[in-house]
Nanobody, 126 residues
């Protein structure tokens, strides 16, 4: 089993920044990728960023490219999401996830997630 615990959410004004963290514990060989998803009220959950544990390759949703940066510290089993130039539409619950690449980022985000954190709330005011 893998436990994921997010932190770093909060409320900021548009244009501000936040840094989310996710610490993994338990069976630390249970995944090869970690990802950040978000879900706003009334909307479907969206995969916004992901990173491969082995080669550090990354994925970003178009909606966050150029503003968000995903990074990892494998020694600490931690993944980060640096969010800059935040917009009101970034308001959502943000979830950390761990899983398997499965050949493509599409596969990873759609079918490869085995573990989820409980989420951290990000609220951006205009």
């Amino acid at each position: 089993q893998v436990q994921l615990v997010e932190s770093g959410g909060g409320s900021v004004e548009a244009g501000g920044s936040l840094r989310l963290s996710c610490v993994a514990s338990g069976s630390t060989y249970g995944w090869d990728c970690m990802a950040w998803f978000r879900q706003a009220p009334g909307k479907e959950r969206e995969g916004v960023a992901a990173i491969h544990r082995g080669d550090g390759s990354t994925y970003y949703a178009d909606s966050v490219k150029g503003r968000f940066t995903v990074s990892q510290d494998n020694a600490e089993n931690t993944v980060y999401l640096q969010m800059n130039s935040l917009k009101p539409e970034d308001t959502a619950m943000y979830y950390c996830a761990a899983g398997w690449y499965g050949g493509s980022w599409y596969n990873m985000l759609r079918y490869g997630i085995d573990y989820w954190g409980k989420g951290t709330l990000v609220t951006i005011s205009s």
